[in-house]
C-alpha cells in the first residue's frame, strides 16, 4: 500500500520561505505522478503543482509560479515543494497525492482529477 507522509509546515511571516516534503512509502513511485494541493480555510482545494516521475516534468499552477518550485529526490523517495515569497494568502493545509499512470503533470496538479492516494497534510501558516 502507498503511504505518503508531509512535513516541514510552519509558521513564517510574509515573504519567508518553506520547504515541504512528501516521503512515498510502499511504492518507488515509478510511473505516477506525484502533486501538491492546498486548503485554506473555508474554501475549496486548489492544486499547485505537479511532477512526473518517471519523465521529471513538472508543472505550477500560474499563480505560484517564480515563488513555488517542485523537484523530487528518486533515492529518498521524496518529492519537496519549495515555498518562496510566502504571502498570508498561501496559509493553509499542503497535501501531497499519488496518481498512477498520468504522464501530464498538469492533470496531477487538478483537484479533480483521480489521485490515488493522499497524504494527511502539513500546515503552513503565514503571518502578516
Known amino acids: 500500500e502507498v503511504q505518503l507522509v508531509e512535513s516541514g509546515g510552519g509558521l513564517v511571516r510574509t515573504g519567508g520561505s518553506l520547504r515541504l516534503s512528501c516521503v512515498v512509502s510502499?511504492?518507488?513511485?515509478?510511473?505516477?505522478?506525484i502533486g501538491w494541493f492546498r486548503q485554506a480555510p473555508g474554501k475549496e482545494r486548489e492544486g499547485v503543482s505537479c511532477?512526473?516521475?518517471?519523465?521529471?516534468?513538472?508543472y505550477v499552477a500560474p499563480s505560484m509560479r517564480g515563488r513555488f518550485t517542485i523537484s523530487s529526490d528518486n533515492a529518498k523517495n521524496t518529492v519537496y515543494l519549495q515555498l518562496n515569497s510566502l504571502k498570508p494568502e498561501d496559509t493553509g493545509i499542503y497535501y501531497c497525492?499519488?496518481?498512477?499512470?498520468?504522464?501530464?503533470?498538469?492533470?496531477?496538479?487538478?483537484?479533480?482529477?483521480?489521485?490515488?492516494?493522499w497524504g494527511k497534510g502539513t500546515l503552513v501558516t503565514v503571518s502578516a
Open positions: 497525492a499519488a496518481a498512477q499512470g498520468v504522464m501530464v503533470p498538469y492533470y496531477c496538479s487538478d483537484p479533480a482529477y483521480g489521485m490515488d492516494y
Open positions: 510502499g511504492s518507488t513511485f515509478d510511473g505516477y505522478g
Open positions: 511532477i512526473i516521475k518517471k519523465t521529471g516534468d513538472t
